[in-house]
C-alpha cells in the first residue's frame, strides 16, 4: 500500500482536477476542506506586506451575530469544513470568544492565523476552547521581525505565544514565514529560533502583491535567485526540520515530496474559499471585489459554494483552470513555481520576477512537457 499511496499520490492533482470537472458538469461540488474568514481589517501592525490594508475597522464588518448565523451554521450543512480564523488582527475583536464558543458548540474544527502579540491575555479561551492548529507570524531574527512589524517586542511576542499554545496542548502551531527581499537570504538564522520555540512546523510564503503590499513591490519580492535559494534550503532541511512551501509557491511537479508533505493542487474555488470582513465569498485571500461570488448575507454559502467558482472547476480559462499554479500569484503576474523549481541557476538575477524577458514563458513551457 505505501507503494500504491506514492504512486497514487504523484498524480493525485490530476486525479482531483479531473474528478471535480465531471462533479461539476453533473451539477455537484464537493464540500469544502476549509473555509477562511478574514474576521476583521483592524491590525494593532501595519506591516508592509499587508495583502489588504489591516489598520481600521472596515465599515459593515459582519457581527458576531452574523458570523454565528450565516456563516457557522452554513458551515455545518457543508460537512463541517476546518474554519479558519484571520484578519487583520482576529484577536482584536471583543466578541471573538463568543464566536469560538458558537464554532465549539457546533463541533466545527477551527484554527487561527495571529501576529501572537494577542494570544497570552486569551489563553483561557484557548483552553476552553481548543483550536486544531494556530499560525503565528514569525518574520526573521529578532531584529529584523520588529523593525518589519514596527513594533519592538513583537517577536517575543510571537515567540511567546508559539510556546504557550505549545503548553496548553495546541495540536499544530505553525511559524509563518513570510520571505521577502530582505529577509529571503536570513533564512538560515531563523532555524535555531524556530527549533526552541517548540513550534511543529515552519511554513515558508512569498509575499503576494495586493493590498499594502501592491505599493512595495518592488522592494518586497524576493528576486528569483532569492527563490531558488530558499527552495533548495528547504530542500535540504526537510530531512530535519518539518519545514513547507506554501500555496504561494505553486507546485514542483515530481519534486513536489521535496518541498511539502502534500502534492500540490490550487485550493481556490475548489477545496477552500475565502469569506471577507463584509461577507464577501472569495476563491481565495484576494482583496479584489470583483471576484467575489456572492455575499452570505443575500445568499446562502452552501449555495454559493454549489453555484459559484465554475471557471475554477471547469477546463479553458488560463489561470483560473490551471491548478499546478498559485492563482492568487499568477492574476497578480507574479507566478514564482518556474524561478524556484524549475529555472536554470546559472540565469542572471532580476529584480523582479516580471523583468524576467520571456523567462516565464520559457520556464513554463518546459515545465508542461
Not at 84 to 95: M, S
Amino acid at each position: 500500500m505505501g507503494l500504491l499511496h506514492r504512486l497514487f499520490s504523484r498524480n493525485a492533482a490530476a486525479i482531483w482536477q479531473a474528478e471535480t470537472r465531471l462533479l461539476h458538469r453533473l451539477g455537484y461540488a464537493r464540500p469544502p476542506h476549509a473555509v477562511q474568514w478574514i474576521s476583521t481589517s483592524m491590525c494593532d501592525l501595519k506591516c508592509p506586506h499587508c495583502y489588504s490594508h489591516a489598520g481600521k475597522r472596515q465599515p459593515g464588518e459582519l457581527t458576531a451575530e452574523e458570523a454565528c448565523r450565516l456563516l457557522v451554521d452554513e458551515l455545518v450543512a457543508l460537512d463541517r469544513p476546518n474554519f479558519v480564523i484571520a484578519g487583520g488582527e482576529a484577536l482584536l475583536r471583543r466578541d471573538f470568544e463568543s464566536i469560538v464558543a458558537h464554532v465549539a458548540a457546533r463541533g466545527v474544527p477551527w484554527a487561527l492565523h495571529t501576529h501572537g502579540g494577542r494570544v497570552e491575555p486569551l489563553l483561557p479561551v484557548f483552553e476552553r476552547y481548543p483550536p486544531v492548529m494556530v499560525a503565528v507570524s514569525l518574520d526573521g531574527p529578532r531584529d529584523y521581525h520588529d523593525r518589519f512589524r514596527g513594533r519592538p517586542g513583537s517577536f517575543d511576542g510571537a515567540v511567546r505565544a508559539i510556546r504557550a499554545l505549545k503548553r496548553l496542548g495546541c495540536p499544530e502551531v505553525v511559524a509563518g514565514t513570510t520571505i521577502t527581499r530582505d529577509n529571503a537570504d536570513r533564512l538560515a538564522d531563523m532555524i535555531p529560533t524556530i527549533l526552541d520555540s517548540g513550534a511543529d512546523s515552519w511554513g515558508l510564503h512569498l509575499v503576494t502583491p495586493e493590498g499594502r503590499a501592491g505599493r512595495h513591490r518592488d522592494a518586497l519580492l524576493a528576486t528569483p535567485a532569492q527563490l531558488r535559494r530558499a527552495a533548495a534550503l528547504v530542500r535540504r532541511l526537510r530531512g530535519r526540520v518539518h519545514v513547507e512551501c506554501d500555496n504561494e509557491w505553486g507546485s514542483a511537479g515530481a519534486d513536489d515530496c521535496f518541498y511539502r508533505d502534500q502534492p500540490f493542487l490550487c485550493g481556490a474555488g475548489r477545496f477552500v474559499c475565502v469569506v471577507s470582513a463584509t461577507g464577501e465569498v472569495m476563491p481565495c485571500t484576494t482583496t479584489d471585489p470583483a471576484e467575489s461570488q456572492g455575499n452570505i448575507r443575500d445568499r446562502r454559502l452552501r449555495d454559493i459554494w454549489a453555484q459559484g467558482f465554475a471557471e475554477f472547476r471547469t477546463p479553458g480559462h488560463a489561470r483560473r483552470s490551471d491548478g499546478l499554479d498559485c492563482w492568487l500569484q499568477t492574476r497578480n503576474q507574479h507566478s514564482c513555481r518556474g524561478p524556484a523549481f524549475f529555472s536554470d541557476p546559472l540565469l542572471p538575477d532580476h529584480s523582479n520576477l516580471s523583468a524576467m524577458p520571456g523567462g516565464l514563458v520559457t520556464l513554463r513551457a518546459e515545465v508542461g512537457r
